[in-house]
Structures are given as structure tokens and as C-alpha cells.
């Protein structure tokens, strides 16, 4: 007697088995240049770590420590199976940004608390490298700092990775009277283009 099989006694198939090469670039790009992020299988996969403090191709200015202290930004790259047509989602961890954050895209922050690192003229194409992303969030963390200290209104809409318009801040200490919460928790921010 044989046995019918349904859809659902199947494993199902993650997107590294049709996408091997695809994998194969990912670890190679992500640990060549990121090795503080460790890979995980589970589900979709994902790397979890932490990111360097300034892997930018510029010198690190002198006080950044001051700003965001000894590490990087400490988060989470999570796959879907539908990737990599679909963009992975970038969770940060260490800063967890504000819940009033996610509602404003000044902040850079989807309602879900994942990075908004991709904009409407910056779409991804699923050919991108991960890494480009991985930049814009070590970046995302920069912006951060000086966001929370008031020392600027909005996160640049490319990031930092290639524009150092913000640099100058970041070679000299905090001032004392930068605040370091801004007071707009019950705004919506959302008249400003999506991020």
C-alpha cells in the first residue's frame, strides 16, 4: 500500500537551496567585511552580531567613541524566504530606538522597528549586496547619536556611508548642553516622504 503525500508532510524549502550562489556571496561579502556577525539557519536565516564603529572608507574622526561609545551598532539581519528578491530586514538591537522613533521618518525606523534603510529612488533589486546595507545601518548608528543630542533635525537621506556632511560634528566631544532626548514624542513626522 503506498502512502499519499500532501503539501504539508513536505519540508519546506528555504531560499538558500534554490539560491545557493546567492548564499555563498552573502557569507563571503559579510564575512570579509563583517566579521564581528555570526549566521544562524534557523527559519530564513539570519546574522546577528555587531557591526565595527566606522567602516567607512574616510578616517574615523577624532572623538566618535564620545559620541557612540567603544562599539558599533548591535543588531540583527533577518532573511525572508523570498529573498533575495526581497530586501532582508535590519533590526537594530543596541540602540533599540524609541517606540515614538518608529512613527517618524526623520528617524530612519519602520513601524516595526526595523531600519528604513532603502528609499524610493534606492530600491532594492535583489542583486544588491547585502553589505551595502550593513554600511548604511554602522552609518544609521552615527546619525543616531546625533539625533538623540539634538545636534540635527533629521538622518541624511542617503546616510553617511558616502557623505561626510555630518563628519565635523564628530571631531570634537558632545557639548554638555546638547540634549540628549528630543521632545517630540507625540508627533507623527509622517509629512515628510517615506523613508
Not at 564603529?53 to 567603544?70: S, V, Y
Not at 547619536?145 to 565635523?168: P, W, Y
Request: charged share 30%; hydrophobic share 35%; glycine share 6%.
Amino acid at each position: 500500500m503506498t502512502t499519499a503525500h500532501t503539501p504539508n508532510d513536505r519540508m519546506p524549502t528555504t531560499w538558500w537551496a534554490c539560491e545557493p550562489r546567492r548564499l555563498r556571496r552573502d557569507h563571503e561579502e559579510i564575512t570579509a567585511q563583517f566579521s564581528g556577525l555570526v549566521w544562524n539557519d534557523d527559519g530564513a536565516g539570519s546574522w546577528e552580531g555587531r557591526l565595527p564603529r566606522w567602516p567607512f572608507d574616510r578616517p574615523e574622526p577624532e572623538h566618535l567613541t564620545a559620541w557612540i561609545g567603544d562599539e558599533g551598532l548591535l543588531l540583527r539581519l533577518e532573511y525572508s524566504q523570498a529573498y533575495p528578491m526581497v530586501a532582508p530586514r535590519l533590526v537594530p538591537v543596541d540602540p533599540l530606538p524609541e517606540p515614538y522613533e518608529w512613527t517618524q521618518t526623520r528617524w530612519h525606523v519602520n513601524g516595526d522597528a526595523a531600519l528604513c534603510l532603502l528609499r524610493e529612488d534606492t530600491l532594492w533589486t535583489g542583486r544588491d549586496s547585502v553589505v551595502d546595507l550593513l554600511l548604511k545601518a554602522a552609518g544609521w548608528r552615527v546619525e543616531y547619536a546625533l539625533m538623540k543630542r539634538s545636534v540635527i533635525e533629521r538622518m541624511t537621506d542617503n546616510g553617511i556611508v558616502d557623505d561626510d556632511r555630518f563628519d565635523h560634528f564628530l571631531t570634537r566631544p558632545p557639548s554638555p548642553h546638547d540634549n540628549t532626548e528630543h521632545s517630540d514624542h507625540d508627533t507623527g513626522g509622517q509629512d515628510d516622504p517615506a523613508c
